[in-house]
């Protein structure tokens, strides 16, 4: 090899080594996180278990969630009615996530002295769903200790919530807050 050869390859190994070094790194995938959450009310049980995706630069999302009661004096337990529905996420490539996500959660005890289970829920931000914002993004869902939503077919809200809440002797609920508990036995992940 001549000298002039061997200057070439150098050069060619220097601007390869360089144009290497440049190269914007690969973003990390997203990281999946699994959160456990336990409730008691009126002798059921709950678990929730959401797995999480923890984007770089975006809210928790949520992947997957499955709320189960143990029925009270039973072993027998159910999966709870959930609201999520897949979302495709423009930044999320083939991986769809839920719409919404059960957040919180309470024991209610009514006037009579019956418990129920309330659930509240929020939505996934998106450019895909403009009206996940303010006051319409969240919502409560109502369940008896067997795990009957009692709140089926009724709109986020709403006088007829309302109506139901005090029907069922929950009417001090309209003008106290609900103490919620996180979904999650800790903090979010």
């Known amino acids: 090899m001549n000298i002039i050869s061997a200057v070439v390859c150098l050069g060619l190994a220097a601007m390869l080594s360089v144009s290497h ?3 914007s790194p690969q973003p990390a995938p997203p990281k999946r996180t699994t959160a456990i959450g336990h409730l008691s009310c009126g002798g059921a049980s709950l678990m929730a278990e959401t797995v999480y995706l923890d984007v770089p630069d975006q809210d928790f999302q949520p992947l997957s969630q499955r709320i189960t ?30 719409d919404a996500a059960a957040s919180g959660w309470a024991c209610l005890m009514a006037a009579n002295g019956k418990t129920y289970i309330y659930v509240s829920y929020v939505c996934t931000e998106s450019d895909l769903q403009p009206d996940c914002e303010g006051t319409s993004r969240e919502w409560g869902r109502l369940f ?3 795990g009957k939503e009692l709140t089926a077919g009724l709109p986020h809200g709403g006088p007829r919530m309302s109506a ?25 992940p």
């Open 21 to 23: 070094v440049q190269a």
């Open 69 to 98: 009661l143990q029925r009270p004096g039973t072993n027998g337990s159910m999966v709870l009615h959930h609201d999520g529905r897949p979302l495709r996420q423009p930044f999320l490539k083939d991986t769809p996530v839920l």
């Open 144 to 146: 008896d200790p067997e």
């Open 164 to 188: 139901l809440m005090k029907q069922l002797g929950l009417g001090r609920y309209e003008e106290e807050p609900i103490q919620l508990q996180g979904i999650d036995d800790a903090a979010h």
